[in-house]
């Protein structure tokens, strides 16, 4: 089967690899040569590393990029059998490219988008076929990252949906099945790691250093949530963040801060303009955290029954499996363990009486507990 991949930013690039890796001949589009050129060097750079490192044999680096067809002129696109959107997070920019699809691949070609947090529904709206139509959300970056979600509108055929996971399992990547919800599984259940966070920080009670020490150093995360919202782009992560509180109906538990917002604002976008929550720039003394034993454990316990909280919801609402949920957090975003598992441990009911006492202490929406935690909780239940 041939693939086409359309957006050469890192995320498409990264796709088009992974194909191409697996042996399909792959179509690269961008509208801009510039992006094609700088996906083309990035592809030969990345590859040949693979075989100084032996993890390709000689000779095989070429070979993978040969398969790759780098073209500004989306009617090249016309024989392949899945189509990848990766553009900017624009319904209406991706709608306009369904439609042009539309008219250029074959009618049981698959049409995918990478979108992160929008409406598959939507998307699909925009054309004739819209059962061929499917979510398939890639994290960056994609070469390694093994989860990708699979998200089936409620127009999506059984046969679509069957056939997408297929290919994408034969990529060898780990794939979950997410219902089409903002967020679908990680970038739902993911919002309390950075909005609980900066919640704690602006009420005075720990600085981001201190915060993102105990996240690490006790709760065994990869990067703290200041550490990760400077790596992503303050930009990006705040735009994710108000998408997904608009699309819930402004739900407060997904309410974006004013801390972020103003970094963007300033524009202190994080690591790729040299200062955000921290100072990137040249001689900068990174800020030493408290590692007071109590504090740490507070400010842990505190996001992660956070996250447990909309993991639980999550699986109450039918977005995703038990397993699925789990499986998402760790492979997607390296949660040092599934959420729900992580709730077994602490205890369901340990978990219902911090968010009860949270919402009496702050009177507020955001910290309601999960109707199916507190069910579980007077059951005598556990997750697994």
Known sequence: MKIAIIGAGAMGAGIAQVAAQKGHEVYLTDKFEAALDKAKAGHEKILARLVEKGRLAEGEDKEIVGRISYTSNMADLKDAGLVIEAVIENIEIKKAIFQELEGIVAEDAILASNTSSLSIASIGSSVKKADRVIGIHFFNPAPLMPLVEIIPAVSTSVETTKKAREIIDLWGKVTVLAKDTPGFIVNRVAR??????????????????????????????????????????????????????EAFYYDQRYRPNFSQKRLVEAGWLGRKTGRGFYDYSEGAEKPEPS??????????????????????????????????????????????????????????????????????????????CSPLLRKMAREGQTFF
Not at 203 to 231: H, K, N, S, Y
Not at 329 to 337: L, R, S
């Open 291 to 368: 590692t007071n034993q109590e504090m740490g454990e507070n400010i842990l316990w505190r996001i992660l029954v956070m996250l447990i909280n909309e993991a639980a919801d999550a699986l109450y609402l039918n977005i995703a499996s038990r397993e699925d949920i789990d499986l998402a957090m760790t492979k997607g975003v390296n949660y040092p363990k599934g959420l729900l598992k992580w709730a077994d441990e602490k205890g369901i009911q340990h978990c219902v009486d911090t968010l009860d006492r949270m919402q009496t202490e702050y009177g507020e929406d955001r910290y309601r």
């Open 192 to 245: 309390p790691f950075y909005g609980e966070a900066v919640r704690i920080y602006e009420e005075g009670f720990a600085d981001p250093a201190t915060i993102d020490w105990a996240m690490t150093e006790l709760g065994g995360f990869r990067m703290g949530p200041f550490t990760l919202m400077d790596f992503i782009g303050h930009d990006v992560n705040y735009a994710v963040t108000e998408s997904v509180f």
